[in-house]
């Protein structure tokens, strides 16, 4: 995943939902259409996200620390969190709030009808260019991932959630402009009010399902979310394949930012190795891991007795931190333990 490719994405992204936020809102008023205005809203909600997501770029770019040593990638998970609020309450809020009143006979009238369509065109034209964008980006990571998926199984387990969001909001702006288009055309043909009404509602309810999706995404992930299983199990493979290791009593992965993927283990080395051989297997396996799956950045190995994953350690219920960088006696004998 490109950090650069994904702010081209957005950039594209957000350019055309501020031309849009302006002109669907003045197509709206003066046509007097709640699907136009709901769509007005679903843009400005869309060009103050792009702001957002633009910020967890440049905030989670910063290097590391003494306060936070992993990086501040996270950081790109919590404006995308403030995002999908932002798509909730901006967009769907305000969409089904307009419709409600079409509906009921409170909402605005309108001649100028002929611009709502001409703004739905340029709208078509803008938005489709933003999500023919992030769509080309989707394939040139399938392309590129070394698991084998396909799109939309990529798009759903990706971790870059900046650009799941700007494929996300540009897909339902799509969707959006179709539905408000057919709520404008079955007014005119009707004289009802009733089809714009609920074109707008349904605009609503449509980013009511993109926000709770790219917050559920976005919690999950901000919390501390493991790896792909496919990422586990290449992981898995590298280090069991290692010469001297018999096995792994327990792998642990958690993202910090989507181009950063923290890798600890409970490794169990073969009794016939030595201390120093050991240690340089763990530095072979940290620079295989590196190679096979770029997004790892921190791989500690802790090596322990051989045990089944499902039985709980023996005796004391608190894990002793040990800095394996150096070779420690164990209490009682004399083998090292290391992290590599």
Wanted: hydrophobic share 45%.
């Amino acid at each position: 995943m490109s950090r650069a490719e994904t702010k081209k994405t957005v950039l594209i992204a957000g350019t055309a939902n501020l031309i849009l936020a302006i002109t669907k809102l003045v197509a709206g008023a003066v046509a007097g259409s709640s699907a136009m205005l709901a769509e007005g809203a679903h843009s400005v909600g869309d060009t103050l996200n792009q702001a957002f997501l633009l910020t967890s770029l440049r905030r989670s770019a910063r290097p590391p620390d003494r306060r936070h040593p992993f990086g501040y990638g996270n950081e790109r998970y919590f404006w995308s969190l403030l995002a999908a609020f932002g798509i909730f309450v901006a967009g769907a809020g305000y969409s089904i709030f307009e419709g409600i009143l079409t509906i009921t006979g409170h909402g605005r009238g309108g001649e100028q009808v002929w611009l709502a369509f001409a703004v739905l065109g340029l709208a078509a034209v803008l938005e489709g260019a933003a999500w023919i964008r992030a769509y080309t980006q989707a394939r040139q990571e399938v392309r590129d991932s070394a698991v084998d998926r396909d799109l939309m199984e990529h798009v759903r387990r990706t971790p870059d959630i900046t650009f799941k969001a700007a494929l996300f909001e540009d897909t339902a702006a799509m969707i959006g402009l179709a539905l408000a288009a057919a709520g404008l055309t079955l007014r005119e043909l009707t004289g009802s009010s009733f089809w714009d009404g609920l074109a707008s509602i349904l605009i609503g309810l449509l980013l009511v399902v993109v926000a709770f999706a790219l917050g559920r995404d976005s919690r999950s992930l901000l919390i501390g979310q493991a790896a792909d299983p496919a990422d586990q199990r290449a992981i898995r493979n590298e280090i069991t394949s290692a010469r001297g290791v018999d096995g792994i009593n327990e792998l642990l992965t958690m993202h910090f930012g989507p181009d950063d993927l923290l890798v600890a283990a409970k490794v169990h080395f073969s009794d016939e190795i030595s201390a120093d051989e050991a240690e340089d297997i763990a530095g072979e396996i940290d620079r295989r891991l590196r190679e096979r799956l770029p997004i790892v950045r921190h791989v500690f190995l802790d090596p322990t007795q051989e045990e089944p994953e499902s039985q709980p350690p023996q005796g004391s219920d608190q894990e002793v931190d040990v800095d394996l960088t150096q070779r420690v006696p164990e209490a009682g004998g004399s083998d090292p333990v290391w992290r590599g």
